[in-house]
């Protein structure tokens, strides 16, 4: 989504992340539907499901706010409008949350998983970071690793389809998406998964971490910046 929002509006690139997204996901739940552990889905993916709608519908009321913030440093005018500030402050938090061992390393027992599933839906539908808290959730409640991923994937799909019927109905701006990059994007995340399966052996996940996460901090205070 960072990435995106280089070239489009942050609402619409968290848009576009959403429908790329979504086409992944749906791609790999083909080879790991089977998996899926039904109980863990409907506990948490079924109030995921429905807070999602909820951060999605929160996301395009923000984008609808036209309060654009205005400042200048060393002679440089810069505008910052609401949903950037708001969408880079909320990277920002979800970072230090992620980041931060004694949060991150939080586990939930499988009395929490509705509370853990609200969260994660809402969080999905209003920026799309829920990965790292559907991880501190289902990571210990004693799923196969099968299960965990074909869960999590169908969780996922689950949050997808929700946020993108409220951004589609809601967002002006899609029908100026070009789709050939949409198109693009997608089999893009296609290859960069095939890719990845053989990078991720020679690269431990703790350098993914950090450096998505330098990314991601520095797309964040450019939006606060108004830089973009």
Known sequence: MPIVAL????????AITAIVHLANNAFKLVLVWHD???SVLLRFGLPALLTAFIGAWILTHFSAINLITHYSFFGFQRQVATVNLFIGGLIILLLIIELTPKISQLNFDKRYLPLGGAISGFLGGLSGHQGAFRSMFLLKIGLTKHAYIATGVMIAVLVDIARLSIYGSHFRQVDEINWWIVASAAL?????AVIGKKVLTK?????????VSVLLFTIACALILGLI
């Open 7 to 14: 070239f489009f509006s942050v609402d619409v690139a968290i």
């Open 36 to 38: 899926i552990n039904r």
């Open 188 to 192: 893009s995340a296609f290859l960069g």
């Open 203 to 211: 690269v431990t996940v703790r350098f993914i971490q950090q450096l």
